[in-house]
């Protein structure tokens, strides 16, 4: 999409700090992290949020699931533990409408998530 901040991260036009890549998402770090390690996990396909997502393959949104777990082992946070959050819509604060996870960790975290 012409005007997305994160498809034009996706494609180099904008600069990141890469975390993780491969043919169909990129991991880069967050530009106002919340925590020590704060990655955002992105399908380089642009995708709105969940509801858009519906036309995607359940292969496709298992990669993007199976990328941020990659992206926790890469930053080892496997036995320290690690959150993955999505916000959808306004309630929610979604601040950028292409769909992506956040992978944080390296503290511990409230125990509320709302
Ligand atoms: P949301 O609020 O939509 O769940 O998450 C969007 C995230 O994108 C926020 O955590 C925000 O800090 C991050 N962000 C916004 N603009 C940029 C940017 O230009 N570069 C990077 N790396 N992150 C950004
Ligand atoms: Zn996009």
């Not at 777990?69 to 930053?75: I, L």
Request: charge should be negative; hydrophobic fraction near 45%; include cysteine.
């Amino acid at each position: 999409m012409n005007d997305c901040l994160f498809c034009k991260i996706a494609a180099g036009e904008i600069p990141s700090t890469k975390v993780y890549e491969d043919d169909e998402v990129l991991a880069f770090r967050d530009i106002a992290p919340q925590a020590p390690t704060h990655v955002l996990v992105i399908p380089k396909k642009h995708v709105s949020g969940w509801y858009d997502a519906k036309d995607e393959s359940d292969a496709a949104l298992a990669h993007l699931m199976r990328a941020a777990a990659t992206v926790a082992r890469m930053e080892g946070l496997v036995e320290s533990g690690f959150r993955v959050v999505s916000n959808c819509g306004p309630d929610a604060q979604q601040t950028v409408p292409h769909l992506h996870l956040h992978v944080l960790g390296g503290k511990a975290m409230a125990g509320e998530m709302a």
